[in-house]
């Protein structure tokens, strides 16, 4: 498909729609650089071009000069020097004497060849190279120990640890035996009782016979029911302790204040209606469950929750 020179459109124009006849500008054919969107592997079809409608980007060209005879020549300068003192030397010739008074003989020593220097450089090459090979296995050796001794303390105090952990599970474990709490306590004590009577039972299988083993069962089968039932009484003690604790803490919650973070950073805290009197409900309740001090006490806690009830009208039981 070649889009036509010219195309004829319809615009509204005052409510209107005219014919309007527009000229299709072409630019020259060249290669547009892919800016973005989707080319078809296979057919090589692009898909949304970012320069499907837009113009080439014509390469700019630099008006600086590029070539220039003072980047291949280095600037020469001439100056002149003078020795600040004019020197001599005189040699003794006949009819003038050169006094040797302050001369000094001077006796070459051995010659030394290039062969003996470079043997001698490479000497003191080697001790420094020995030297500095010393120092630096020796500053390896001390980062080793001083890892080790690291790593040794690290060891040390994971085992310590370790064994607290261990300690305190142990700990935790014969507490939960002892004093269960949860659900999953008692599951753990009705299952170590399920053990115990499993063990006990083979023991009195494969020791005794006849009534003897009938006696040592139904001993067995009674003490299973006495622990059974203290389990039981603790439990009820625990669920007891845990109602009067989610009470307790409802009650706090409804009888706290409206408290929200201020502008300042601090805490504001707001009273309501509402809250004093959840506090003094609250205070109520404390004081009926509250163990039995004095009898003028009791009697004054027993009239206020009277009086306290009578304000709903309800049926109590």
Known sequence: YRMPDKLIVNVEIDGEFRSVELDVVRYPDHEKPFLGGYRHRLTGVEYHHATAQTRPDYRKISTKPRNSRSTQTAPTITREQQTAHDAATQMPRPGYHVSTEGDRIRIAGKYVTADEV????????????????????????????????EYDDWQEQDATEMDRLRAARLRSEYERRLKPKTRADFDNMYAALANWKKDKEEHINETLGGPDRKVALYGLLDKEARIVAGIGRHKTAIEETNTNKRVSQYLKKTAAPHRWRAFDG????????????????????????APISTYGERMETLLLLKCTVQEHDCKLT
Do not use: C, P
Request: net charge positive; charged share 30%.
């Open 266 to 289: 601090g805490t504001t805290l707001m009273e309501t209606n509402a809250t004093i009197r959840a506090r003094q409900l609250k205070e109520l309740y404390d004081s009926v469950t």
């Open 118 to 149: 470079f043997a001698h450089r490479l000497e003191k090459i080697l001790i420094i190279q020995r030297a500095f090979q010393k120092w630096k296995h020796r500053r390896y050796i001390e980062s080793l120990k001083k890892i080790k001794a």
